[in-house]
């Protein structure tokens, strides 16, 4: 089964388009990162398959089920968790309160209780500052409960648009860590990320996006031996630890 599947996607903002007939797939419990240059789309495709945007050409399938509006409304899309770049917590509730508010009204109070304790354990970056408003969370933090609220309606599917722009280093290296535990919960994952190092090191599989189109597609190992890769990073070194250990054995 599949996750999600992007077919001839075709999208855009007013008269431009950006996206021009984009094809990809996340298989059920992959880790699927999407990269390429700045202004290739990546976002757009993250949005217009979490419903914030309108397309014009294509089909979206979640879990099999064919998507037919655009809108978080659309019943195939309940199955999944969207966490956007910016603006993704509320700055003046604790974070406690920004789980809170992410469970659907239908739950009880205990339902709902015990779903934030939950994750507040899952997540130990976040386990200690329940009370703290978000607005004073450091980004490696903020991060980590933007992730948690996008889990507390228990998503099958996750699509994260560059959860560790901004962040140090170790705390970009923690959210892949994060996003790594996430997959062996059975939770599928599309990310976008710019560090091509980092997210050939965490995915399953990668597209490289160019042009509001797939130029390549493959497993880490198989972009790494694909000069093209080098190509549109500017010969940027892309090769992860390992494989930079592997290739000096
Ligand atoms: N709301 C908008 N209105 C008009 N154009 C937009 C809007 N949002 C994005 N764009 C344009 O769409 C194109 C693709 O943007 P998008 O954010 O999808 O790229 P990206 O690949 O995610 O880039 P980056 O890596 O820099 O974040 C860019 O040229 C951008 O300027």
Redesign the pocket.
């Given at each position: 089964m599949t996750a999600v599947r992007v077919s001839g996607l075709c999208a855009?903002?007013?008269g431009?388009q950006?996206l021009n007939g984009v094809d990809l797939e996340v298989g059920e419990g992959e880790v699927v990162a999407v990269i390429?240059?700045?202004?290739?789309?990546?976002?757009?495709?993250?949005?217009v398959i979490a419903g914030l945007l309108p397309w014009t050409r294509g089909e979206i399938e979640v879990g099999g089920v064919p998507v037919t509006s655009a809108g978080g409304q659309d019943p195939a899309r309940a199955s999944l968790g969207y966490v956007p770049?910016v603006r993704n917590t509320f700055p003046s509730l604790s974070v406690r309160e920004n789980l809170q508010v992410m469970a659907p009204r239908s739950w009880s109070r205990r339902r709902i209780g015990a779903r934030v304790a939950d994750l507040l354990e899952q997540f130990p970056q976040i386990t200690r500052l329940a009370e703290r408003p978000a607005g004073l969370l450091s980004g490696g933090e903020r991060q980590s409960l933007a992730l948690a609220m996008a889990l507390v309606r228990e998503p099958k599917v996750l699509l994260l648009?560059?959860p560790a722009?901004a962040l140090s280093p170790k705390a970009a290296t923690e959210v892949f860590a994060m996003v790594g535990r996430l997959r062996e919960r059975g939770v599928s994952v599309l990310v976008?990320e710019?560090n091509v190092r980092l997210a050939l090191a965490a995915s399953d599989r990668c597209y490289v996006?160019e042009g509001?189109r797939v130029a390549l597609e493959g497993t880490a190992s198989d972009l790494l031996d694909d000069p093209r890769l080098g190509g549109l990073y500017l010969g940027g070194d892309v090769a992860t630890p390992e494989q930079q250990g592997r290739a000096r054995q």
């Open positions: 855009g903002y007013g431009a950006i390429g240059p700045n202004g290739a789309g990546k976002s757009t495709c993250v949005k770049q648009d560059e722009a976008v710019q996006l509001g």
